[in-house]
């Protein structure tokens, strides 16, 4: 690893820890600076898997006030995040990625789009929301999916997670945000000491990203909560909705 690499990796792991602490697209960042440094796909993906690790560390640590309040369902939800976190991971390493990539194109711009469009006018009011039986199951659902996606490879699977909670949820951009982020850190822990334990990880990369992506992920949550909400909502949606193109001509071209 020369010290241009290093550097290059401190740099890639700032900027995809503020953006995926903010948007959930930090693999849009990273992955591309470890194939650029000299790591094949697989090793580069599983290394940017560890080293996104210290992105979750980094998003609690900014997030502690927007977490408050949200410890017992983000604690009922972990074991989903767990679960999804493992397939994802198995999938990678066993199956192959043409199907999957030609899929995620599709979601990421769906979700895209439900995070531009405003919300109902009860979310908007604060008024308290209808739980049902249904619908949490439906939200399960959608959260396991999202973080199989996430151990899987992860690139925009938090826009996928911050548009399904902002439209189950009552939260605000701010709070649903936090949540995102710390049920990404579940899946996203879980997949790397599967890759820690079977795959080809590059400890010399996983280092300089690592610093990176904590220094990023931890100005990350400060910038969400400072920031207008609307701007940033159509800024996330736009990210995703470039994202959703770049893998759509990756996939079909």
Not at 4 to 28: D, E, N, R, W
Not at 145 to 157: E, H
């Amino acid at each position: 690893m020369t010290l241009l690499s290093f550097l290059l990796l401190v740099l890639a792991g700032v900027g995809g820890g503020l953006t995926g602490s903010i948007a959930g697209l930090a693999s849009l960042v990273t992955f591309p600076a470890l194939l650029a440094v000299g790591l094949p796909p697989v090793a580069a993906n599983v290394t940017n898997t560890v080293g996104l690790v210290f992105t979750g560390v980094g998003s609690f640590l900014g997030s502690r006030k927007e977490l408050r309040g949200q410890g017992r369902w983000l604690l009922g939800i972990a074991p989903v995040a767990v679960v999804g976190g493992v397939i994802g991971a198995v999938l990678l390493l066993t199956t192959p990625a043409e199907g999957f990539e030609r899929l995620v194109p599709f979601l990421l711009g769906f979700a895209s789009l439900t995070i531009l469009l405003p919300r109902g006018r009860a979310a908007r009011a604060g008024h308290p929301q209808v739980r049902r039986t249904g619908a949490l199951v439906a939200q399960a659902v959608a959260l396991f999916l999202i973080t199989i996606y996430g151990g899987y490879f992860g690139a925009a699977a938090g826009v996928l997670l911050l548009a399904l909670l902002l439209r189950t949820r009552d939260d605000d951009l701010p709070r649903a945000n936090a949540a995102k982020n710390a049920i990404l850190a579940v899946a996203n822990t879980v997949a790397a000491i599967i890759f820690i334990v079977v795959a080809p990880v590059d400890w010399g990369a996983v280092i300089p990203l690592g610093i990176g992506c904590l220094i990023g992920s931890r100005i990350g949550p400060v910038v969400v909560r400072s920031v207008p909400v609307r701007p940033l909502r159509y800024l996330i949606g736009a990210a995703g909705f470039a994202l959703a193109i770049t893998l759509g001509f990756r996939a079909f071209g």
